[in-house]
T-cell receptor
Framework: GQNIDQPTEMTATEGAIVQINCTYQ??????LFWYQQHAGEAPTFLSY????GLEEKGRFSSFLSRSKGYSYLLLKELQMKDSASYLC????????????FGQGTTLQVKP | ETGVTQTPRHLVMGMTNKKSLKCEQH?????MYWYKQSAKKPLELMFV???????ENNSVPSRFSPECPNSSHLFLHLHTLQPEDSALYLC???????????????FGPGTRLTVL
């Protein structure tokens, strides 16, 4: 079957670093996405990984290991506005754009 | 502003009502999607349209009826819904539905639906 796992909730302190993990088991793989979703708003695209390794984009980085079916999103220098849900999603097939989503990780940043 | 708009933003309806949700994308994309988002559950893909043709129906009950008149507009027609259908309904669009980085999905803000 198709399965994406990520922690339900995390808490971190303003200015700190937090790592949100995602493991996946899918019949195929054509890339992994991270989205940020503030309460009551649209999910917004953060990052995409299809090759093993680290992709860095400002305060946010995303890592992928295809052999382990594992990814993480790293948020540095946390700010209060980073409090949101973070969604991990996989293109589970090589020829469609169909995304399989995890349930999302709700991150609360405290002062 | 993501370039994908949805109306209405909030909708309350009775189980015997008929209503429609509207989605419009201004990104020049050719693939559009409907998702259901319930609390504590992953986004559930409902329907996919590529170049106005439906390419995915994820075993959605017939009380949900999608319509895609052109690549920029997507509707979800609702009738005789159940209270358990209450959720956030999200629309998304992407380049061509073929997958990969260039096919990143961009989401609208959603319609919060409450069925009484």
């Amino acid at each position: 079957g198709q399965n994406i796992d990520q922690p339900t909730e995390m808490t971190a302190t303003e200015g700190a670093i937090v790592q949100i993990n995602c493991t996946y088991q899918t019949s195929g793989f054509n890339g992994l996405f991270w989205y940020q979703q503030h309460a009551g708003e649209a999910p917004t695209f953060l990052s995409y990984n299809v090759l093993d390794g680290l992709e860095e984009k400002g305060r946010f980085s995303s890592f992928l290991s295809r052999s382990k079916g594992y990814s993480y999103l790293l948020l540095k220098e946390l700010q209060m506005k980073d409090s949101a849900s973070y969604l991990c999603a996989v293109h589970g097939s090589s020829n469609t754009g169909k995304l399989i989503f995890g349930q999302g990780t709700t991150l609360q940043v405290k002062p | 502003e993501t370039g994908v708009t949805q109306t209405p933003r909030h909708l309350v309806m009775g189980m015997t009502n008929k209503k429609s949700l509207k989605c419009e994308q201004h990104l020049g994309h050719n693939a559009m999607y409907w998702y259901k988002q319930s609390a504590k559950k992953p986004l559930e893909l409902m329907f996919v349209y590529n170049f106005k043709e439906q390419t995915e129906n994820n075993s959605v009950p017939s009380r949900f009826s999608p319509e895609c008149p052109n690549s920029s507009h997507l509707f979800l027609h609702l009738h005789t819904l159940q209270p358990e259908d209450s959720a956030l309904y999200l629309c998304a669009s992407s380049q061509d539905g073929a997958g990969g980085r260039t096919d990143t999905q961009y989401f609208g803000p959603g319609t919060r639906l409450t069925v009484l």
